[in-house]
């Protein structure tokens, strides 16, 4: 199957090499950086290979929050949760691996719930063939791209990463960073999370989408049916 380009975001890279956000980038609230992260590009090197991808969906968390794994308590595997911001939390979630990085505050945190493939100099047409091949669909076959990270769990996958690896590691920016190298969106919804049980805060806006790829994110906030006001808040 040939390697469908369009419908991708693509951006001309100046530098050879990547450059990561600081750690201090994350340690504050877990709303403002949850809508900051909005349109940065997450970059995973494997092999000679940047696989890249522009957040478009992210959820904050709070210690407080029932939503949340923080609100659980401490354990080891919870420990990055609280730990200063920056530092990469990862769980399994349905089978797969969920990437999550704290914020500022004991028990606060974005997960990163979705992106989109991103294609430049430095990630070029051989690290999307790369992850299309990390995340083909249940009959084994490539997935659209705008489909190859919908998604928390497809999202790792096709950026292979791995909770053994990564969980409770800071960023090693030779591998794995956070680069603020595309454009900011122009509007971001605020809605409610997803996955969230009955009675453990499910009713709190802490789902933030980059709008113009609200139909490329786990679940389209602007679907039929959604009421703004409602449903959703459209951010400047």
């Known amino acids: 199957m040939p390697l469908i380009m369009s419908n991708l975001t693509v951006r001309t890279c100046a530098a050879s090499r990547p450059t990561g956000l600081a750690d201090a980038f994350f340690d504050r609230d ?17 092999g000679d290979l ?69 294609v430049d100099e430095l990630s070029g047409p051989a690290s999307l063939a790369q992850m299309l ?9 490539p997935r659209p791209s705008q489909k190859l990270c919908a998604g928390q769990t497809l999202l790792c996958k096709a950026l292979g990463l791995k909770v053994p690896v990564w969980d409770a590691k800071r960023f090693d920016h030779e591998v794995l960073l956070v680069e603020d190298i595309g454009p900011a969106p122009a509007h971001i919804i605020q809605t409610t ?16 989408v980059d709008a113009a790829y609200a139909p490329y994110c786990t679940r389209n906030p602007l679907r039929r049916g959604q009421v703004e006001g409602r449903d959703y808040f459209l951010l400047p």
Request: net charge positive; glycine share 10%.
């Open 193 to 208: 999370r997803l996955g969230i049980p009955h009675g453990r805060d499910e009713h709190l806006m802490y789902r933030f």
């Open 50 to 118: 940047w696989l890249s991808a522009r957040i478009i969906e992210t959820e904050a968390y709070y210690f407080e929050e029932k939503g949340s794994h923080a609100s659980l308590g401490y354990t080891e595997k919870r420990k990055a949760l609280f730990l200063d911001g920056g530092h990469i939390y990862m769980y399994y979630a349905r089978g797969g691996d969920s990437l999550n990085f704290s914020a500022k505050g004991p028990g606060n945190a974005v997960l990163i719930k979705s992106a989109y493939p991103w």
């Open 133 to 141: 091949l990390n995340n083909p669909d249940a009959q084994g076959r």
């Open 30 to 46: 877990a709303q403002a950086l949850a809508r900051d992260l909005l349109g940065k590009v997450i970059r995973h090197r494997v």
